[in-house]
């Protein structure tokens, strides 16, 4: 090989480790980005003043500790929120565990499938990415049953998001632990069929279609099903638009709005003002 092909495939080398190095660099920088939201308790806020007004904490108070863990739900409880959300997904040992993604790659120092793995393989993983980690140490994938105590103790409303079709089968170990503490838990859903499931297990369960946008279909089927709300992607600009007509189709049909994820002020009231009385947040921004 000529002296200039072996230094073009050094620079070519270098070029590649180069690229790797920052591909590398700015996961770990997605990955341990702090929040820029300024935390507030809402026990003494004039959000609290509006008793209809129910603001439900995204998976647990995520701002300050890891998202669906232990100290997050607890944190949520302290501030005063009125519910707080979680995603669920079941082991292949038939344990409910708090997860949002599919994998624990983005969350921990592992990377499994959730619903192909044991329980006790995943108690061995560590939660090492989120709010608060130095506060929060050594924290480990919550349960259900462990969210559903804090709930319990705490006064808040579970909120409970079925996160596929999978698993339908086994949704009334869900119902059964709920009913077991003596909750009004909230199901929700993009998935029809999930609510559906629900829906036959606990008749009088409060259940809400989630979507990215407001549309007929999404308010026809929260209004046959029944008991059923319609919960919006308040970033979508559609959703809001013309002074929140859309939101206008699903309090006009007489059924729950919610709308998910907010945390500035403004954006809140406006949402209040248009009938909007579910509201999940990461946190409060002043």
């Known amino acids: ?36 939201n300024k935390v507030e308790s809402i026990i003494s806020t004039d959000l609290a003043q509006n008793k209809d007004l ?19 739900y607890q944190r949520a409880g302290e501030a005063g929120y009125w519910g707080a959300e979680c995603d669920v997904f079941r082991t292949a040992d038939g344990k409910w565990v708090l997860h949002h993604d599919a994998d624990t790659k983005r969350m921990t120092n592992g990377n499994l499938k959730i619903e192909k793995s044991k329980y006790e393989e995943l108690q061995k993983l560590t939660i090492d990415n989120g709010n608060g980690l130095d506060t929060y140490t050594d924290v480990k994938i919550a349960t259900l049953d462990e ?7 705490l006064g808040m409303i579970p909120v409970i998001e079925l996160k596929s079709e999978n698993n339908t089968e086994y949704y009334n170990e869900i119902t059964e632990a709920v009913k077991k503490r003596k909750l009004n838990a909230q199901y929700i859903s993009f998935y029809e ?18 979507v990215d946008k407001i549309d007929d279909d999404a308010v026809s089927f929260a209004k046959e099903l029944g008991n059923c709300g319609v919960s919006f992607n308040a970033g979508n600009k559609k959703n809001l638009k013309n002074k929140g007509a859309a939101i206008k189709k699903i309090t006009d049909a007489k059924i729950p709005a919610a709308a998910w994820t907010v945390d500035d002020i403004e954006t809140i009231q406006t949402l209040v003002d248009c009938g909007v009385l579910y509201i999940t947040t990461d946190c409060i921004t002043y």
């Open 1 to 36: 090989m000529s002296k200039k092909k072996i230094v073009l495939c050094i620079i070519a080398a270098l070029c590649v480790i180069a690229v790797i190095i920052g591909i590398s660099a700015k996961r770990a920088a997605d990955r341990n980005k702090p929040t820029e």
């Open 193 to 210: 069929d999930d609510l559906r499931a629900i829906k036959k297990l606990d008749d009088k369960a409060q259940l809400f279609l989630l």
């Open 54 to 72: 129910k603001l439900i904490a995204h998976r647990g108070l995520n701002a300050i500790a890891p998202e669906n863990t232990v100290p997050a």
């Open 147 to 153: 969210y559903l105590d804090l709930c319990q103790s």
